[in-house]
């Protein structure tokens, strides 16, 4: 094997370790990454969504009150809770609806049709009020029990999804674990390999030149005595100019 493959072998190593560092440690920092942004998609969302269905809630249940216990308040009073009901309505059902779109979990799903079931019956019993059939009996018979039962379960998709979330991240803490012992025994591997190419390779290197220079020597001694001999003929008259007869072999 020449001495410039040897190079360009030796080099080449050296590019084939860095490379092989950097593409398992991006692989395992894009593993790492990729399992906790699935931990925050799902569950993060469903926590955003229940969030905003309690908000919701409130104001329905405070313009529920307002029409059934202020009967006697002015129509624009009135007209002031029917606005901000049927705007919660709309904030509710838009929430209801991606949560409906992103059950993940165990039991969420029953969790969420509960949910479906209830807030239509509460709907209904709406109205009712509204049409003037409401009353504080209605309110506390139906509405209310409705109306706390709508909390309850979303209560129980924000429980359940708090509990993904912890398991999840328990989870990615002992798989980062694992993967950052993968890339230690990597380092060191590789580490050792780069160790051991610069301990042999200028010994592979040198004795390579030690080869070449031990020819060049016996090719020497073949050639310096014809060079110099006095009685040589003209055809070796250009090699004598670059083998001067004071050159000595040892």
């Known amino acids: 094997m020449v001495l410039k ?10 590019f084939v370790i860095i490379f092989v560092l950097a593409g398992f440690c991006s692989y395992y920092i894009q593993n790492i990454s990729k399992e906790s942004d699935n931990i ?5 969302n469903s926590l955003v969504y229940a969030k905003n269905m309690f908000s919701a809630l409130d104001v329905m249940n405070n313009a529920v009150n307002n029409l059934i216990f202020n009967p006697n308040t002015s129509n624009k009073s009135a007209d002031h809770n ?4 049927e705007s919660a309505t709309v904030e509710f059902e838009k929430n209801l609806k991606d949560e409906n779109n992103n059950i ?6 029953e969790y969420v049709d509960t949910l479906n079931k209830t807030y239509a019956l ?27 039962k709508l909390r309850q379960t979303i209560s129980n998709i924000n ?9 999840k991240n328990q989870l990615a803490r002992h798989d980062s674990a694992g993967m950052i012992n993968n890339m230690a025994i990597i380092v060191t591997i ?23 220079s031990d020819k060049m020597k016996h090719l020497l001694k073949w050639i ?27």
């Open 5 to 14: 493959t040897k190079l360009s072998l030796g080099i080449g190593f050296l």
């Open 40 to 44: 925050l998609k799902d569950n993060y």
């Open 82 to 85: 029917l606005k901000l009901y």
């Open 104 to 109: 993940t979990e165990i039991n969420e799903k």
């Open 122 to 148: 509460y709907l209904n019993l709406f109205i009712q009020t509204k049409n003037g059939r409401g009353s504080p009996s209605m309110y506390f018979n139906e509405l209310l029990p409705a109306y706390e």
């Open 159 to 167: 429980d359940i999804n708090m509990q993904a979330i912890v398991r």
């Open 190 to 212: 590789c580490i050792i390999l780069a160790f051991g190419y610069f301990w042999y390779f200028p010994f592979y290197v040198s004795n390579s030149i030690s080869y070449l």
């Open 224 to 250: 310096i005595p014809i060079v110099c001999f006095p009685g040589m003929s003209s055809r070796y008259g250009t090699l004598r100019k670059f083998f001067p007869a004071r050159l000595t072999v040892n």
